[in-house]
């Protein structure tokens, strides 16, 4: 079955600690993209990558960091430098020449 | 202002009955995008419907339909023969710009919450 598969579903990190969120998609979707999601609120883009060894920062891009070295791909890093990163994360992807982007089931990032 | 606007926080609906689910959205490009997601309990985001600018014909998919006004920039999603499944949170998006080239910005709203009453 094609998809995007996210995990773990939940993480702790630690004060000062830098964690990697996946995200690994088997659609051959050229893009993909990282929302987060707070409390009451839509989601809101922090990167996204419209080619492997590319990829623009978002709205909140502050503190975070992402690779995409394989199309099937991309990693999501939050720092020590994002002092507010408990949220959800959700990942996406899409053709790049259509509309609808395609959301794994997300990872749940708290703090300790 | 906001791009996108869902001015109903939670609604209420009994089971087999039709919903409708307001959007409305600012933009001052021709050509966009608008988008409904269903986000269950679970988490993830599951696409359920698209009306591009241009389409002159409402979007439906199944149960649901999209009713785009164009003049009064709305989007509503409208849910017929509610079911339990139907419970979940619903975001209403846009997409800006054309597609070919680069990036085009989604915007999402911030939902609604919908719940089927047996």
């Known amino acids: 079955d094609g998809g995007i598969t996210q995990s773990p579903k939940y993480l702790f990190r630690k004060e000062g600690q830098n964690v990697t969120l996946s995200c690994e998609q088997n659609?051959?979707?050229?893009?993909m993209y990282w929302y987060r999601q707070d409390p009451g609120q839509g989601l809101r883009l922090i990167y996204y990558?419209?080619?492997?060894?590319?990829?623009q920062k978002g709205d909140i891009a502050e503190g975070y960091s992402v690779s995409r070295e394989k199309k099937e791909s991309f990693p999501l890093t939050v720092t020590s430098a994002q002092k507010n990163p408990t949220a959800f994360y959700l990942c996406?992807?899409?053709?790049?020449?259509?509309?609808?982007?395609?959301f794994g089931p997300g990872t749940r990032l708290l703090v300790l | 202002a906001q791009k996108i606007t869902q001015t109903q926080p939670g609604m209420f609906v009994q089971e087999k009955e039709a919903v409708t689910l307001d959007c409305t959205y600012d933009?001052?490009?021709?050509?966009?995008?608008l988008f409904w997601y269903k986000q269950p309990s679970s988490g993830e985001m599951i696409f359920l419907i698209y009306?591009?600018?241009?389409?002159?014909q409402n979007a439906t998919e199944g149960r649901y339909s999209l009713n785009f006004q164009k003049a009064r920039k709305s989007a509503n999603l409208v849910i017929s023969a509610s079911q339990l499944g139907d419970s979940a949170m619903y975001f209403c998006?846009?997409?800006?710009?054309?597609?070919?080239?680069?990036?085009?910005?989604?915007?999402f709203g911030i939902g609604t919450k919908l719940q089927v009453i047996p």
């Open positions: 996406a992807s899409s053709i790049v020449k259509e509309e609808t982007q395609y």
């Open positions: 659609l051959n979707h050229d893009a």
């Open positions: 990558s419209q080619i492997v060894n590319d990829f």
């Open positions: 933009t001052s490009d021709q050509s966009y995008g």
């Open positions: 009306q591009g600018s241009y389409d002159e």
């Open positions: 998006a846009m997409r800006e710009g054309s597609i070919p080239g680069g990036y085009q910005k989604v915007t």
